[in-house]
């Protein structure tokens, strides 16, 4: 058993390289590390969270000290007008020491709280390990399996015990619920959220309609609309829109919700991997927004009489995979001859879990073992 206590998150050498210059926010998924890793940058921090009293009076003084490397404010944004604050404090002091401070909300919302901070920061995603951030210590295949089964996130990937997981993700997800959210909204329905959760996790891969989940949940679509915005903020879920040159018309169409936890997926195997897939694939394209700084976007494509490709990445206006997900199938998905032609010269391929042999096709397409190819995954080279 190997542990994380000392494992170099893959965002790390971007992180440091900015401290000199910004505030740094980290947002992503409770439980995914972000604190670790900030602690880790260096052994000269001061460490501060908002859920502590104690730290919360501290943080009102601004008594932390300004001798270490570091400081670390960790679930700031629960703070009123936390963007003003940390704005003034910015201001004022400048950096020396560095600033870290992570939440699991998303930091990035505009929230009516506070000023802008534009200019002021760099913001980082960090999301649960996948098989390229776990590529030196576990074979991708083992990766692979133990997040299809236990998830990506530390704790339970480590732990590599389905009871321990279960377990995990009560606690997980009952914190989210009735801790995070109430912070966040004052939400009274918890029950429908937790329904709501229940069904997205058997249609994942699926277009959901707000209607159809409305009817189902017997609830108003604007407040089922809005409970999804919830999940998306607090980072239980995220969307794949279908692409559309006209950006526009894509964020009216039908999205489909797939879960930061590949393990919470109960719509059979071809789902949890294509959830996996999801996972690694905007993992893989807000590592390229982050540390690049280029506009990126995943996206499906499905066309008017139902043919589908699973997902199309977008970076910097252009489409450049186009990629589908198969647990066992070796023939090649009829959607490459529908969209390839429209997408001449972009990569296309098919990613399978349990295949023999690979191969590639003469006018384009390949079919790739799915885990080996995530391991080396890196959207950014061509």
Same mark, same amino acid.
């Given at each position: 058993?190997?542990?994380?206590?000392?494992?170099?998150?893959?965002?790390?050498?971007?992180?440091?390289? /900015?401290?000199?210059?910004?505030?740094?926010? &980290?947002?992503?998924?409770?439980?995914?590390?972000?604190?670790?890793?900030?602690?880790?940058?260096?052994?000269?921090?001061?460490?501060?969270?908002?859920?502590?009293?104690?730290?919360?009076? /501290?943080?009102?003084?601004?008594?932390?000290?300004?001798?270490?490397?570091?400081?670390?404010?960790?679930?700031?944004?629960?703070?009123?007008?936390?963007?003003?604050?940390?704005?003034?404090?910015?201001?004022?002091?400048?950096?020396?020491?560095?600033?870290?401070?992570?939440?699991?909300?998303?930091?990035?919302?505009?929230?009516?709280?506070?000023?802008?901070?534009?200019?002021?920061? =760099?913001?980082?995603?960090?999301?649960?390990? #996948?098989?390229?951030?776990?590529?030196?210590?576990?074979?991708?295949?083992?990766?692979?399996?133990?997040?299809?089964?236990?998830?990506?996130?530390? *704790?339970? =990937?480590?732990?590599?015990?389905?009871?321990? !997981?279960?377990?995990?993700?009560?606690?997980?997800? #009952?914190?989210?619920?009735?801790?995070?959210?109430?912070?966040?909204?004052?939400?009274?329905?918890?029950?429908?959220?937790?329904?709501?959760?229940?069904?997205?996790?058997?249609?994942?891969?699926?277009?959901?309609?707000?209607?159809?989940?409305?009817?189902?949940?017997?609830?108003?679509?604007?407040?089922?609309?809005?409970?999804?915005?919830? +999940?998306?903020?607090?980072?239980?879920? =995220?969307?794949?829109?279908?692409?559309?040159?006209?950006?526009?018309?894509?964020?009216?169409?039908?999205?489909?919700?797939?879960? !930061?936890?590949?393990?919470?997926?109960?719509?059979?195997?071809?789902?949890?991997?294509?959830?996996?897939?999801?996972?690694?694939?905007?993992?893989?394209?807000?590592?390229?927004? /982050?540390?690049?700084?280029? #506009?990126?976007?995943?996206?499906?494509?499905?066309?008017?009489?139902?043919?589908?490709?699973?997902?199309?990445?977008?970076?910097?206006?252009?489409?450049?995979? +186009?990629? *589908?997900?198969?647990?066992?199938?070796?023939?090649?998905?009829?959607?490459?001859?529908?969209?390839?032609?429209?997408?001449?010269?972009?990569?296309?391929?098919? +990613?399978?879990?349990?295949?023999?042999?690979?191969?590639?096709?003469?006018?384009?397409?390949? &079919?790739?073992?799915?885990?080996?190819?995530?391991?080396?995954? #890196?959207?950014?080279?061509?």
């Amino acid at each position: 058993m190997w542990h994380n206590s000392r494992m170099e998150r893959g965002l790390t050498k971007s992180i440091k390289s /900015d401290l000199d210059r910004k505030i740094v926010l &980290i947002t992503g998924p409770r439980q995914c590390g972000k604190t670790t890793l900030a602690k880790m940058i260096t052994d000269s921090y001061d460490y501060f969270n908002w859920d502590y009293s104690e730290h919360r009076v /501290d943080l009102q003084k601004r008594t932390w000290d300004r001798s270490k490397d570091l400081i670390i404010f960790d679930e700031l944004h629960k703070k009123k007008n936390w963007k003003s604050w940390l704005k003034g404090m910015y201001d004022v002091e400048g950096i020396p020491p560095g600033y870290i401070v992570t939440g699991s909300a998303r930091l990035d919302i505009n929230r009516k709280a506070g000023d802008s901070m534009a200019g002021r920061y =760099f913001l980082y995603n960090l999301h649960p390990f #996948d098989m390229k951030e776990l590529s030196d210590t576990v074979s991708p295949e083992e990766a692979l399996d133990r997040i299809l089964r236990v998830s990506g996130f530390p *704790e339970p =990937f480590l732990a590599d015990s389905e009871e321990y !997981y279960r377990r995990w993700k009560k606690t997980h997800t #009952d914190t989210i619920l009735r801790q995070d959210m109430l912070d966040l909204e004052s939400i009274r329905d918890i029950g429908g959220i937790e329904t709501m959760i229940e069904l997205l996790r058997r249609r994942v891969g699926s277009p959901v309609s707000y209607a159809s989940l409305a009817r189902d949940l017997e609830r108003d679509p604007k407040t089922v609309k809005k409970w999804l915005g919830y +999940l998306e903020n607090l980072y239980i879920i =995220f969307p794949v829109r279908p692409f559309h040159r006209n950006l526009g018309r894509s964020i009216l169409k039908e999205p489909k919700y797939y879960f !930061y936890d590949t393990a919470q997926v109960s719509s059979g195997d071809g789902a949890k991997l294509e959830n996996c897939t999801a996972c690694v694939l905007l993992k893989e394209l807000h590592r390229i927004r /982050d540390c690049l700084g280029y #506009d990126t976007s995943l996206h499906y494509l499905r066309s008017k009489d139902g043919k589908e490709l699973d997902f199309a990445v977008n970076i910097d206006g252009q489409i450049r995979h +186009l990629i *589908e997900v198969k647990w066992g199938q070796s023939s090649l998905s009829a959607g490459f001859r529908t969209f390839g032609p429209h997408f001449p010269g972009v990569k296309q391929i098919q +990613l399978v879990r349990d295949i023999e042999k690979e191969k590639s096709f003469p006018e384009g397409p390949e &079919i790739r073992k799915a885990a080996p190819w995530l391991a080396r995954i #890196d959207l950014s080279s061509s």
